[in-house]
């Protein structure tokens, strides 16, 4: 029965895209409790290693300690708040803030202090860099910010089960692939999450995928979403050549060859799995209308040259499909301020929209209200 | 590597179809589903927007041929709404008009 105030099969109201309020308690409720990707275990394998990114704006190190230990830290130093370390690399023994050279043990204890004597006020015992959460699943690193958050291990429900023949800790993994949009973050993972949009925003794709097999299934904390591809080769030179050359990693799943798979992990994370490569695709969000995004390319390392020309091919139709994607996002923000807009409907594929917005609803009170 | 060319556009016509239309005729006895199937997938791969509408037109032909009922009915349906939806592409008027007319006033030749 349908009653007043129904949400079911519906967006999230306008407002939730253009809200500070929205937005501050999405970083509060959404990202600051969710076990967020950071990094591949390959980016923190040797002792030392480290990675840097943020949550919610929130600055982590993610580092290898000496005793082989993954430990997550904030990467903000104690002293005047100077971000410690940046990108990647090695802090074999220590962490030094470039700033002013505070000093702190792997383990986020403060270990040294220039000019030590100097200050009146300083209880080097007490200061340590905040911990965080952090685990490992499936080669893919993640870290989560508060304590009342569910073990890493159930949180995805079922994936681990279907992200493990992947075997993603063995891909060689590139460096990361930054860029930005002025979008909200959520205008973004509405349009990943959705192939209703194909047929009208990216027809090379539907010559290439079977549309009418394109099909998402939300899982706990994610949503999977398989686009086998047709059968027939397509009439456009490149996409025929990638459909030609392309010959799955060494080890890729057999149930996976026919398809580019795509996954969402909640939050913000994407995971592209073309058979010739795999792709992260991390969104920051960096304000209300701005986000941040960094993606990363994961191939088995064959440098053969067919490899290297089908991941050209693959990485350039994906560019292209993205350009669409940043067009027809530039126009939904747009539109999302309309004084005339309230909110949307959704068809069934756009189930793993519903799903996400239905996490939102759950994670972030008020959200729903127009 | 392949924009959204004015040729291009008209493939945003076809999912529907190609996921109803196939099964519909069949079970209408006016169609063999792989065949069916495999025509529109040509289309889709190397089609244009006057085969695709040829083919529709054929389908509508076949569905005069068909039963009244619901898959009748429901085939209709799907075909209508390709009327519909074209003039975002071309003139209603001039090219499909009188053939969304007709499927508006179709009635049944033979049950």
């Known amino acids: 029965m349908s ?9 999230l109201p306008a407002r939730a895209y253009t809200s500070p309020e929205v937005y501050e308690a999405e970083m509060r409720e959404v990202f600051l409790k969710a076990w967020n990707f950071a990094c591949h275990v390959s980016d923190v394998s040797e002792p030392g290693a480290y990675w840097t990114t943020s949550i919610a704006g929130e600055p982590v190190a993610i580092l290898r300690d ?5 430990r997550a830290l904030s990467n903000v130093c104690r002293h005047r708040a100077a971000r410690i370390l940046s990108g990647e690399g090695s802090c074999p023994k220590v962490l030094r803030c470039p700033y002013h050279g505070w000093t702190y043990r792997q383990d986020g204890q403060l270990a040294a202090v220039p000019e030590a004597r100097g200050f009146e006020n300083l209880d080097r015992e007490a200061v340590k860099l905040p911990q965080f959460r952090v685990g490992e699943l499936c080669g893919l690193v993640f870290v989560c910010m508060s304590d009342e958050t569910e073990p890493l291990d159930g949180y995805f429900g079922d994936l681990p089960d279907r992200l493990a023949p992947l075997r ?3 891909l060689q993994a590139s460096p990361r692939l930054p860029n930005g949009y002025d ?5 973004i993972a509405d349009n990943y999450l959705e192939g209703y949009h194909i047929p009208v925003g990216h027809p ?7 549309y009418k097999r394109y099909l998402a299934t939300p899982g706990k904390n994610h949503s999977w979403i398989d686009g086998p591809f047709r059968g027939k080769p397509s009439r456009h030179y490149q996409e025929r050549l990638y459909q030609r050359l392309m010959r799955p990693m060494a080890g890729f799943p057999e149930d996976l060859r026919g398809s580019w798979t795509y996954v969402h992990l909640w ?8 058979p010739d490569q795999i792709d992260t695709w991390q969104l920051f969000p960096a304000g209300l209308r701005r986000t941040r995004t960094e993606a990363r390319v994961y191939h088995s390392g064959s440098n053969a040259l067919r490899d290297r020309l089908v991941r050209r091919i693959n990485w350039r139709f994906n560019s292209k499909v993205m350009d669409e994607d940043v067009e027809l996002c530039d126009m939904v923000q747009q539109g999302l301020e309309s004084r005339t807009y309230e909110r949307g409907v959704l068809n069934r594929n756009e189930n793993a929209v519903l799903a996400f917005h239905d996490l939102l609803r759950a994670a972030v009170p008020g959200i729903d209200e127009p | 590597m392949s924009p959204i060319r004015p040729d291009d556009r008209w493939l945003f016509l076809t999912p529907e179809v190609e996921r109803e239309v196939p099964e519909l005729l069949a079970a209408l006895g006016q169609g063999d589903l792989e065949q069916e199937r495999r025509r529109i997938e040509a289309m889709i791969h190397s089609g244009t927007l006057e085969g695709w509408f040829a083919y529709l037109r ?4 076949r569905l005069e041929q068909a039963g009244n009922g619901e898959r009748a009915a429901r085939l209709r349906a799907v075909l209508l709404e390709q009327y519909l939806l074209v003039p975002a592409l071309r003139e209603d008027e001039d090219n499909d008009a009188p053939e969304r007319r007709r499927l508006e006033e179709l009635e049944w030749t033979s049950r």
Not at chain 1, 3 to 11: C, F, I, N, P, S
Not at chain 1, 183 to 187: A, E, G, L, R, S
């Open chain 1, 204 to 210: 090379g794709l539907l010559r290439l995928l079977d």
């Open chain 1, 3 to 11: 009653v007043a105030g129904d949400t079911r099969g519906k967006t």
């Open chain 1, 267 to 274: 939050p913000a994370t994407f995971i592209d799995i073309y």
């Open chain 1, 168 to 170: 993603l800790a063995e």
């Open chain 1, 183 to 187: 979008h909200n973050w959520k205008v």
């Open chain 2, 58 to 61: 054929d389908c509508r032909r």
């Open chain 1, 66 to 70: 000496r005793d082989g230990q993954l």
